[in-house]
């Protein structure tokens, strides 16, 4: 079956940076875009980046331009989100699914934790 094993969350200071991963399984992972969404409390999930299949191309929400990269590693079947200059406002739990539109084809796994005090 599909599952995405999500890490790399913690708690973090204002302005600092943290590294998910996500490894998919049970999908052609080179042939799916990937993205990486958040659902903090209270609040819907959303996608905050995406990534194209070969990882040539990638989209992001306003709110973190410049701030988070997301990358692909077709080979590890691994999807990484960099976030830099973290925010409070970035406190959520992160998922990474396939679907980097806003589009998650499969269930979800248990996330990852990002707390940012301020």
């Known amino acids: 079956q599909v599952q995405f094993v999500e890490s790399g969350g913690g708690l973090v200071q204002a302005g600092g940076s943290l590294r998910l991963s996500c490894v998919a399984s049970?999908?052609?992972?080179?042939?799916?875009?990937m993205g990486w969404y958040r659902q903090a409390p209270g609040k819907q999930r959303e996608l905050v980046a995406g990534?194209?299949?070969?990882?040539?191309?990638?989209n992001y929400v306003d709110s973190v331009k410049g701030r988070f990269t997301i990358s692909k590693d077709n080979a590890k079947n691994t999807v990484h989100l960099q976030m830099n200059s973290l925010k409070p406002e970035d406190t959520a739990v992160y998922y990474c699914n396939t679907g980097r539109r806003g589009e998650p084809g499969y269930p979800w796994g248990q996330g990852t934790q990002v707390t940012v005090s301020s």
């Open positions: 990534i194209s299949f070969i990882g040539s191309s990638t």
């Open positions: 049970g999908i052609t992972f080179s042939l799916n875009g």
